[in-house]
Each structure stands twice: as structure tokens, then as C-alpha cells.
């Protein structure tokens, strides 16, 4: 990590970088989990969602880049442009979407198994539901409909 040029980093780069990775992975994450079983470039999102994640990331990044050395609840915070490496911020971008890719291939392949197999009735197909027995008739309790009459309690 010293050879990198990030293997000195203090307590508070550290505080920082945990806050950008989950600030940026979460949203890919989001990405990544409206499109259910297709890549997720394979839905093309809103522009309404489009635009927010990209001022979410944005800040997040520019906090995170820009933020004074400080302590926020009794936790160092410090800057990641303030102190080397000053690249560290595209570091913590390249390794969260790196791992997206992977996330996102991952879910398409567990989707596509989960399909192979009908794994938690993925596909759809009615199960068949238990018989019943209503008035000493078993009938499906598809076909079952319940009437109370006026003198039984409700």
C-alpha cells in the first residue's frame, strides 16, 4: 500500500473514505437493483432519478474531497484533497465501480439460476393450494368462498 501511495492514511482519511465508498456504492447498488434480472444498463433510468443520484454523488464527493479537518460526533474527518495522496477520491470511484460491475453480473447469473430452477416460484407457476373441508365438501381453496349467515357471528 506505501508503494501506491496509500498506506499512510490517518484516522480521519480513513473516516472519510468509509463515508465516499458507501455514499457511492449505495447509489450504484440502486442502479444495479430497479432493473431485477437484466444488466443494469439494460433499463434506461428516469430522469428524475438520473439527475438526483448525480447531484447526490457529486456532493458527496465534493464533501468528502473538501470538508475542513475537523471532528463531527466525536469522529477525525479530514479532507481527502487536503492531504496526499490527492487522488484518493478516484481511487474510492474506481474501486466502487469496479465491484458494481461484479454486483451486477452477479445478480444477473444468481437471476438466471433462480429462473433454470424456479427457485422461490421465480417463474410464476400456481402452486397448488391444500384442501379445505367446508361443510364436509373438500373443495380447492381457489374455488372456496366463504358465506356467513345472518345468525352465525362475524
Given at each position: 500500500?506505501h ?6 492514511l ?30 443494469f ?9 438520473t ?47 469496479f ?12 437471476y ?43
Amino acid at each position: 500500500m506505501h508503494q501506491w501511495g496509500i498506506g499512510s492514511l490517518s484516522y480521519g482519511q480513513i473516516t472519510t473514505v468509509i463515508y465516499l465508498k458507501v455514499s457511492i456504492s449505495d447509489f450504484l447498488t440502486l442502479f444495479s437493483a430497479r432493473t431485477h434480472d437484466g444488466f443494469f444498463w439494460s433499463s434506461v433510468p428516469s430522469p428524475i432519478l438520473t439527475g438526483a443520484a448525480m447531484t447526490s454523488l457529486l456532493l458527496s464527493t465534493l464533501l468528502a474531497c473538501f470538508w475542513p479537518d475537523s471532528t463531527v460526533d466525536k469522529q477525525r474527518v479530514e479532507g481527502l484533497a487536503n492531504h496526499e495522496p490527492r487522488l484518493l477520491a478516484l481511487y474510492i470511484w474506481i474501486y466502487c465501480i469496479f465491484w458494481w460491475f461484479v454486483q451486477d453480473a452477479a445478480k444477473v447469473v444468481l437471476y438466471s439460476w433462480m429462473h433454470h430452477y424456479n427457485i422461490l416460484n421465480i417463474n410464476g407457476k400456481p402452486k397448488s393450494r391444500p384442501m379445505e373441508t367446508l361443510n364436509g365438501t373438500k373443495k380447492a381453496m381457489s374455488t372456496t368462498s366463504i358465506v356467513t349467515s345472518p345468525e352465525s357471528p362475524v
